[in-house]
């Protein structure tokens, strides 16, 4: 399974997101700002664990942005903390935890994260 199947599989379990998508986003969820939905892309892959001349295993960083509705009935922040814990439960590295922005065109709330985890190769 891939890093971005890996991710959207956890993210996809938590009952405040509607939708989660890998690579890029169908024309009808980008125009509507009524569900909260992940995108998530890849970002860098980096070998690692060298030696004798090879790498041993790879650390794979996506990003996972959060595009939420304009209706929500919760704190951000706590769905923020939550995907943090699932993902570090699940031996994933973060490397920038998300912050809150402000699409000018929608007023839609979003922010990104950007995790890592290794894989052996």
């Known amino acids: 399974m891939s890093s971005l199947d890996d991710a959207r599989e956890l993210i996809i379990t938590l ?8 690579r890029n986003l169908p024309k009808e969820v980008r125009d509507n700002v009524d569900t909260t939905v992940a995108l998530i892309t890849a970002v860098r892959t980096d070998p690692t664990d060298l030696g ?5 295993s790879i650390e794979r960083q996506v990003e996972i942005q959060i595009f939420y509705s304009l209706n929500i009935n919760y704190d951000p922040e706590e769905l923020e903390n939550k995907i943090m814990k699932l993902f570090k439960d699940s031996l994933w590295n973060i490397i920038q935890p998300g912050v809150l922005n402000t699409d000018p065109g929608t007023f839609q709330l979003y922010e990104s994260f950007y995790l890592s985890k290794k ?3």
Not at 15 to 22: F, H, L, P, R, S
Not at 52 to 56: I, L
Request: no cysteine; net charge negative.
């Open 119 to 121: 894989y052996d190769s």
């Open 52 to 56: 004798n001349n090879d790498y041993f």
């Open 15 to 22: 009952d405040e997101i509607q939708g989660a998508y890998t």
